[in-house]
């Protein structure tokens, strides 16, 4: 599941500090950041296969392991 997680692309948006940071890939999103304000994933195209279906059942348990890099 950590592979899938690293290659979700989408539209996210971290505060550090006093900035909002805008990234499009979570790979590029660091360890450790203050608050998670957007969490956009990008979702497959239909018509959705057994692999689309499984990787959607997954955007809750990958939002939970982005905020688990929240450190306030």
């Known amino acids: 599941m950590e592979a899938q ?3 979700l692309e989408g539209d996210f948006v ?3 500090g006093t900035e909002l940071i805008e990234y499009h ?3 590029d999103i660091p ?3 203050d608050h998670l304000i ?3 994933p990008k979702y497959p195209d239909p018509p959705h ?3 689309d ?3 959607m059942e997954n955007m809750v348990n990958f939002l939970t ?3 688990a890099r929240e450190q306030k």
Do not use: E, T
């Open 5 to 7: 997680f690293l290659s």
């Open 14 to 16: 971290v505060r550090q």
């Open 25 to 27: 890939k979570i790979s």
């Open 31 to 33: 360890d450790k950041f």
């Open 38 to 40: 957007k969490f956009m």
């Open 49 to 51: 296969d057994i692999n």
């Open 53 to 55: 279906h499984a990787l």
């Open 65 to 67: 392991m982005l905020q």
